[in-house]
Nanobody
Framework: QLQFVESGGGLVQPGGSLRLSCVTQ????????VGWFRQDPGKVPEGVSC????????YYEPSVQGRFTISRDNAKNTVYLQMNSLKLEDTAVYYC???????????????????WGPGTQVTVSA
């Protein structure tokens, strides 16, 4: 599994925007399916958005559909998550993961057992 370092989180008001980044320095991202996950205290991380490494197909968890956009720059070994129209319930620690061992992007977002990096805290508060 690839190791990522996430950044870009912060404190934002409802309706605001943030752009998260995660970078891996351990290996190339080529052909890896990548995903953003988030974790509330006391819960397991859940998939938010995932992107194929072969055809750029994407999957979004229904609560973020239309508000979040995942993208990747393989040359920079970086995955991004543009988050718009943020809501209170988007507050969480956000993590990246990548694997070549899933059949499709939805399966990636439903997978577990990844090795997580430090994550980046997103706090949406008035």
């Amino acid at each position: 599994q690839l190791q990522f370092v996430e950044s870009g989180g912060g404190l934002v008001q409802p309706g605001g925007s943030l752009r998260l980044s995660c970078v891996t320095q351990t290996y190339s991202l080529d052909y890896y399916t990548v995903g953003w996950f988030r974790q509330d205290p006391g819960k397991v991380p859940e998939g938010v958005s995932c992107m194929s490494g072969t055809n750029n197909a994407t999957y979004y968890e229904p609560s973020v559909q239309g508000r979040f956009t995942i993208s990747r720059d393989n040359a920079k070994n970086t995955v991004y998550l543009q988050m718009n129209s943020l809501k209170l319930e988007d507050t969480a620690v956000y993590y990246c993961a990548a694997t070549r061992l899933v059949a499709d992007v939805e399966s990636m977002c439903r997978a577990s057992g990844f090795s997580w990096g430090p994550g980046t805290q997103v706090t949406v508060s008035a």
